[in-house]
């Protein structure tokens, strides 16, 4: 039986997070093999904190000085050299421009120094696939091999991204192939997060300290209605109920932190109940075999298992949900024969939409 094996290099840097992560495919007639053998991540969180985001310009000069450290040690904790590598795979888009052309420059420039194929991979693909990743590796992050889950992926799948700069239900029939079936009409679920956060002086980024916040706050104590409930589309509206945070915050004047927890606690509830009603509408119209739930917003506990008790899902490790260069990788190994490009035909984008091969 013939078999290739492969040797991925995949880059990040989309945002704030500069990323490199080597993945093995060895991609047999009927099935693969795959093996991520290092995943960095090296986070600005610190540096954007007392901005409450992520600021472009200082990202990607922070990008510029992490991205070959970031990538020799990748190269480092899975045991490979350069020479190794087969391929190179990189997000292009969307993202911050200056931030998506640290990556996509350094992986042209070892394109052409290596003579190697890049295969471009949407930012929201990486979120999805990344979802392809064994629960049971969570807690195995540190050692250099995460073996990956023979979960068989069955489509058509439904895919719910809720991350910092997007929110959208996407269906799948096939690898690579995308249909956007919703998408948010204003703030992005994971925006949010981080914009009452901030309105209620929690800190950065939102996500995370919400939750914690959720967990001290009186469930009872306010209510924010649910966006779009009457509707049945599938589209998501987060703006209305930020703005139904600030005219609360503004109504009460001087606030004690019990009263954000229970303003945080709020927010989640109806955040997180608007995601789940647009999901359960989608997979009534949809029937799919598969559903995903990925990006930042994933990491979110009361969304889990809110999401739970209505549909079978599956999700990437809670350190996986936010932006990194494993599901650059994963994605990659389903384009390894159609999809790579010379390093040339390569560009970022910074709206790119995700569209099928
Ligand atoms: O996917 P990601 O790393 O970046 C983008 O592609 O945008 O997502 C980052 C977003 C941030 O808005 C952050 O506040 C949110 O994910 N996030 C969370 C949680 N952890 C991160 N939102 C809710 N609950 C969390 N636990
Ligand atoms: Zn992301």
């Given at each position: 039986m013939s078999m290739h094996n492969n040797i991925i290099l995949a880059i990040e840097t989309s945002c704030d997070e500069t990323s490199a992560s080597i993945i093995e495919a060895k991609l047999k007639v009927k099935n693969e093999k795959l093996k991520i053998l290092s995943n960095i991540v090296a986070s600005q969180v610190k540096l954007h904190a007392k901005y409450g985001g992520v600021y472009p310009e200082l990202a990607s000069r922070e990008h510029l000085v992490k991205i070959l450290p970031v990538i020799e040690l990748a190269l480092k904790k899975a045991g490979k050299t350069l020479d190794e590598i087969t391929h190179l795979a990189?997000?292009?888009?969307?993202?911050?421009?200056?931030?998506?052309?640290?990556?996509?420059?350094?992986?042209?420039?070892?394109?052409?120094?290596?003579?190697?194929?890049?295969?471009?991979?949407?930012?929201?693909?990486?979120?999805?696939?990344?979802?392809?990743?064994?629960?049971?590796?969570?807690?195995?992050?540190?050692?250099?091999?995460?073996?990956?889950?023979?979960?068989?992926?069955?489509?058509?799948?439904?895919?719910?991204?809720?991350?910092?700069?997007?929110?959208?239900?996407?269906?799948?029939?096939?690898?690579?192939?995308?249909?956007?079936?919703?998408?948010?009409?204003?703030?992005?679920?994971?925006?949010?997060?981080?914009?009452?956060?901030?309105?209620?002086?929690?800190?950065?980024?939102?996500?995370?300290?919400?939750?914690?916040?959720?967990?001290?706050?009186?469930?009872?104590?306010?209510?924010?209605?649910?966006?779009?409930?009457?509707?049945?589309?599938?589209?998501?509206?987060?703006?209305?109920?930020?703005?139904?945070?600030?005219?609360?915050?503004?109504?009460?004047?001087?606030?004690?932190?019990?009263?954000?927890?229970?303003?945080?606690?709020?927010?989640?509830?109806?955040?997180?109940?608007?995601?789940?009603?647009?999901a359960v509408l989608a997979v009534q119209k949809y029937r799919p075999k598969t559903f995903i739930l990925s990006g930042g917003v994933a990491a979110n506990s009361c969304l889990r298992q809110e999401l739970k008790e209505k549909i079978d899902f599956i999700a990437p490790p809670i350190p996986l949900c936010t932006d990194n260069a494993v599901g650059i990788g994963l994605a990659a190994t389903h384009k390894l024969k159609k999809g790579a490009k010379n390093w040339y035909d390569i560009e970022a984008d910074a709206s790119q939409r995700l569209a099928s091969d």
């Open positions: 990189v997000t292009t888009g969307p993202g911050l421009i200056g931030s998506l052309l640290v990556g996509v420059e350094t992986v042209k420039a070892l394109a052409m120094a290596k003579g190697l194929p890049i295969i471009p991979i949407n930012h929201l693909e990486g979120h999805i696939y990344t979802a392809c990743i064994k629960q049971s590796s969570i807690s195995k992050l540190r050692p250099p091999i995460i073996q990956l889950s023979n979960h068989p992926i069955i489509f058509p799948i439904l895919s719910l991204i809720v991350s910092g700069g997007h929110t959208l239900l996407v269906k799948m029939m096939d690898h690579g192939k995308y249909q956007i079936i919703g998408e948010t009409r204003d703030d992005a679920a994971g925006e949010a997060f981080d914009k009452v956060a901030r309105l209620l002086e929690l800190g950065y980024p939102g996500g995370p300290v919400i939750e914690k916040a959720a967990q001290k706050g009186r469930p009872s104590k306010f209510s924010f209605p649910v966006a779009m409930e009457k509707s049945q589309d599938l589209d998501f509206s987060f703006s209305g109920l930020k703005t139904a945070v600030l005219y609360e915050v503004k109504k009460l004047g001087k606030i004690t932190p019990q009263t954000k927890y229970d303003l945080a606690c709020a927010f989640q509830k109806a955040a997180v109940e608007h995601l789940i009603q647009k």
